[in-house]
């Protein structure tokens, strides 16, 4: 047993110590006036990309390799900050930096022991140390860290020292501040916690090597179950809760921080602030469902095969959506490029505005008549892309089935320069071949075209005819919105309801949606761009590089990651725009002879098209005569062997 007079001693000294830092304190508060603390007015943190709710997209680790994510109060669970103010500085709202109770308690131990076993540190002076790391637990460095807790005190308020601490306290490794821990450990932002996993939270700071969870399981839980018992004696919890956290798993793994809209989190980086998140149009659970799409179709597509997919708000113009490939990370599909913003050749996609000009000027009805054969065009033969002919059908069979030669008879009376100066006067301008005029050929493809471009346009169609220019939020504060009229109301429903009826791919699932497909020359893209009331979602498969893909197809390869992507944005379906007032959509029967055939005159009799020459007899030649026979009952009908 130890003497009285061992005991008395220590209690004199015990006293004299108190006495000494209460003495320590006061001196320090006159040196704070005389000597401004050289605390960081702002704390550097990393670089974030939030989308346009204010959910994390993406972080970008500091200059010095960490995860350190600022941290307001409102975006912690408010359990978790009573608890870590109750284990750790149960007087932090009431002292200006210094706990003078703790403290005559730490300097007690340390003359009853010999040695620090308690530093008494407020969460002020644990900021401080966080700020100017000690070099070693001294009276000395004690005193430098009392000092700088009371110049933050006089400079900070309580709620801004804790966001402090919050943001800069060690979780393991390169982790720094509750969010980063949070994210890593449990793949949540910290706002609601498990009771369970603020003990946790609470427990790591203090050792926190020797405490992570993904290294050392055991210790970690142990220090948790710690924290919960400390709970119950501060009475934030009852022995019940308590005793159910207990129960709960933690788990040894760190995961990845969130890492979602790579490219355009990239394109954001020039214009970060210090601590100021930088923020996108995309909408957070709609990335993640289309990147998770496009990850598992280019894995089924086979190597070197990318993805590349936006979806917009019609309304809006909003990107909601984007995917620069099928993984940023994978070099051999070259990844890195983003290739929605890549000029390609669209194939058939540009073809319902073709029929939607023709519709806008009166040409044509969705009943009417077109011819689906061999055509020269001054020259250019296109041909289907199965190389068939169908024959005489309807306007509306030909754009469903996307048959070229209709097309292209459509494109040669609406005028390719029409065309053109409509997308022009969308925003849209299509890459032509150098010093070469728009030609028919623009009607298969034989111009370029970005992705985001194309949905552009596509927006129109799910919106009466009205569009607007996409944006992301990455283009400069003073670009120009544009906004358009891509096709008048009853134009561009007539185009909706033809493109509501084709046919989805085999397995997708019905969504109501209005969609068309292209192939470009030789294999080398594939797309689908679909649509409903107010979304928009256009996919691109192929190789960066353009190589040809043998089999590669808008409707095969392109189509079904369509419908997929619909499902996985997890966004509700939008019916496609009403039939405007006054529209009639006749039957065939119903039509007016001008409109029963396309190219048909005021008399009803076809009309030559210029391009086209007339057919030639190639037999019999000029000038033979052939013999038919002289009895008619007898005679041979004239067998004609026609060119053209």
């Not at 427990?203 to 839980?221: V, Y």
């Not at 299509?430 to 985001?452: C, H, K, Y």
């Amino acid at each position: 047993m130890l003497s009285k007079r061992f005991l008395r001693r220590a209690a004199i000294t015990a006293a004299s110590s108190a006495a000494c830092l209460a003495l320590s304190v006061a001196a320090l508060w006159q040196l704070d006036r005389a000597f401004p603390s050289p605390l960081p007015a702002a704390l550097t943190v990393s670089a974030e990309v939030q989308d346009r709710d204010g959910e994390l997209l993406r972080a970008f680790a500091t200059p010095d390799g960490y995860w350190r994510l600022g941290t307001r109060l409102d975006q912690v669970d408010k359990q978790f900050v009573d608890m870590l103010v109750a284990y750790e500085d149960k007087r932090f709202w009431d002292h200006r930096g210094v706990d003078m109770l703790a403290l005559c308690r730490a300097a007690g131990q340390f003359a009853t022991s010999g040695h620090i076993v308690s530093g008494g540190s407020t969460l002020s002076m644990q900021l401080a140390r966080l700020i100017e790391p000690r070099d070693s637990r001294s009276l000395a460095s004690k005193a430098r860290q009392i000092l700088r807790a009371i110049q933050i005190e006089r400079r900070l308020s309580k709620r801004e020292i804790l966001e402090r601490y919050l943001t800069l306290a060690p979780y393991g490794g390169n982790l720094e501040g509750v969010r980063a821990a949070s994210l890593a450990y449990f793949g949540k932002e910290p706002k609601r916690l498990t009771v369970s996993e603020a003990a946790l939270l609470v427990a790591l700071p203090q050792l926190p090597e020797k405490r992570r969870p993904d290294r050392n399981l055991d210790i970690a839980h142990a220090a948790r179950d710690r924290v919960l018992t400390r709970m119950v004696s501060a009475g934030l919890l009852n022995e019940r809760e308590a005793a159910r956290a207990a129960l709960d798993h933690v788990s040894g793994l760190r995961r990845k921080l969130p890492a979602l809209a790579a490219h355009a989190s990239y394109a954001m980086l020039p214009k970060a602030e210090p601590g100021k998140p930088l923020q996108l149009t995309i909408r957070r659970s709609v990335q993640q469902g289309l990147e998770q799409v496009a990850k598992e179709a280019a894995r089924k597509l086979g190597p070197r095969l990318s993805v590349a997919m936006v979806l917009a708000d019609a309304r809006t113009g909003d990107i909601l959506g984007e995917v620069g490939s099928a993984d940023f990370f994978d070099a051999s599909r070259s990844g890195w490029i983003d290739m929605t913003k890549i000029v390609r050749s669209p194939g058939s996609t540009l073809k319902p505005f073709i029929y939607g000009l023709a519709f806008e000027q009166g040409l044509v009805a969705q009943e009417t008549i077109i011819e689906d054969s061999p055509a020269d065009f001054g020259g250019y033969r296109p041909k289907n892309f199965d190389m068939g002919y169908q024959g005489d059908v309807s306007i509306r069979q030909a754009l469903q089935l996307s048959l070229n030669v209709p097309a292209i008879r459509v494109l040669d009376a609406v005028g390719p320069a029409r065309l053109t100066a409509r997308f022009r006067q969308a925003g849209v301008n299509l890459v032509l071949p150098l010093n070469e005029a728009p030609g028919l050929a623009i009607g298969l493809g034989g111009a370029g075209v970005t992705l985001r471009d194309l949905v552009q346009l596509y927006t129109g169609l799910a919106n009466g005819g009205k569009m607007h220019a996409l944006h992301d939020g990455t283009e400069p504060a003073d670009a120009e919105r544009i906004t358009a009229t891509i096709l008048d109301d009853q134009a561009a429903w007539q185009i909706d309801d033809i493109l509501s009826g084709v046919k989805p791919p085999e397995g997708a699932a019905q969504r109501g949606i209005a969609y068309k497909t292209g192939t470009s020359y030789g294999y080398r893209d594939a797309w689908s761009v679909g649509f409903d009331g107010r979304y928009v979602l256009g996919v691109w498969v192929g190789r960066a590089d353009a190589g040809p893909v043998p089999g590669l197809s808008g409707y095969v390869s392109a189509a079904p990651i369509l419908f997929e992507g619909f499902v996985r944005s997890g966004l509700a379906s939008v019916p496609l725009p009403g039939r405007p007032p006054g529209l009639f959509n006749p039957k065939r029967e119903e039509l007016p002879v001008t409109l029963a055939r396309f190219g048909a005159g005021s008399d009803g009799l076809v009309q030559a098209t210029p391009t086209e020459p007339a057919p030639t007899i190639v037999f019999p030649p000029d000038g033979a005569r052939v013999d038919l026979g002289t009895n008619s009952a007898d005679a041979s009908p004239l067998v004609l062997k026609l060119q053209g």
